[in-house]
């Protein structure tokens, strides 16, 4: 009879059941921080392809800039379709600089959300004459040889990548470092190094044509 009350005071021990609830909620939050870590990185990925990568080209010439008119020859406006291919809208210009045909996204020349050919056309016409930022020594392909002529380009773009990586990427490595705290808390470390890594993937596979081009 002892021995019974014994066995059955051991399953139903209180400290026990408190181990097994704390191991239980944290392996929940090292799920919960590994799975905000994979949903950010699609931000990051999307962050790094698209503003990051010309950024970091754009610095690399940046000292080579100088003062020029971008005589506007056309202007062109694609429709995108986000919903079912996640294309985006595009406008930029095309024209001529010292008789070089160039290519300028017109950056803050545009004001407002612009929807159509004709909302683009309101703003930039066809002859215009627009002071900008020139170096003929950027590779065309990057389409970076053209910028909008800010008071300090160089400031402009730092301050560029700074807000990229608070707004990005500090989210995401935060929630890779919760998941990787819980997970050894838990003592589920190759989960959260599964979630972890699973998370670099898309943003790994963004870089490549940012390190592509730098080559």
């Not at 019974?4 to 921080?33: Q, R």
């Not at 380009?153 to 707004?167: A, Y």
Request: hydrophobic content about 40%; proline content about 4%; glycine content about 8%.
């Amino acid at each position: 009879m002892n021995q019974s009350k014994i066995k059955k005071t051991e399953k139903t021990d209180p400290s026990n059941n408190e181990l097994a609830n704390n191991v239980t909620f944290m392996s929940g939050l090292v799920a919960i921080c590994g799975t905000a870590a994979i949903l950010l990185s699609f931000w990051v990925a999307i962050c790094t392809g698209g503003l990051l990568g010309k950024n970091i080209y754009t610095l690399l010439y940046v000292d080579g800039f100088e003062p020029a008119t971008f005589t506007v020859e056309k202007v062109s406006f694609i429709k995108g379709n986000n919903a079912s291919n996640r294309t985006y809208d595009k406008y930029w210009a095309d024209g001529d600089i010292n008789g070089s045909k160039e290519k300028f996204g017109l950056g803050n020349y545009i004001s407002g959300v612009i929807q159509s050919q004709e909302d683009l056309e309101k703003q930039v016409s066809v002859g215009q004459k627009l002071p900008v930022l020139y170096n003929p020594e950027a590779p065309s392909h990057l389409e970076i040889r053209v910028q909008f002529p800010e008071k300090d380009l160089k400031q402009t773009l730092k301050r560029r990548q700074e807000k990229i990586f608070n707004t990005a990427y500090l989210p995401w490595l935060s929630a890779i470092g919760l998941c990787l705290f819980f997970g050894i808390i838990a003592r589920k470390i190759k989960m959260a190094i599964g979630f972890s890594i699973g998370s670099m993937f898309f943003v790994v596979f963004a870089w490549i044509p940012t390190l592509l081009n730098l080559l």
